[in-house]
């Protein structure tokens, strides 16, 4: 019954997304967003979200509640977003990153990107 958690801020994402997962149970919480709770032994594709099931609710409490001891994910999204806004204004703004264009790939730690 070891919890696993995951932590995600996509570029262009509207939320930070978090996963908690315990036993069969995956919770995955989008900060401001309803939740899915997914049985991955019932349903390993994660078609069935179960997140409204009143059957899973003690479920899901608990995989909120583990979430909660590990981050406050509400509180992580916005110092995601106050950080991804801070360093998207120390490098001229949106559109100045835009206009640089991008690399295409990963560049290697060390190697410094080509901009295409």
Known sequence: ??????????????????????????????????????DL???????NDRAEDIACAAVRADLEAELRKICDPDEVNRRAFAD????????????????RGDFGYTPAPGQTPVFG
């Not at 032994?41 to 078609?47: K, L, N, T």
């Not at 120390?90 to 559109?95: C, I, K, S, V």
């Open 84 to 99: 991804q806004e801070a360093r998207i204004a120390a490098h001229g703004g949106a559109e100045a990153i835009k206009a």
């Open 41 to 47: 032994v019932a349903d390993p594709q994660e078609a």
């Open 1 to 38: 019954e070891r919890v696993v958690f995951s932590e995600y801020h996509a570029v262009g994402a509207i939320a930070g997304m978090f996963m908690v997962r315990k036993g069969r149970w995956k919770l995955v919480h989008y900060a401001g967003h309803e939740p899915q709770l997914f």
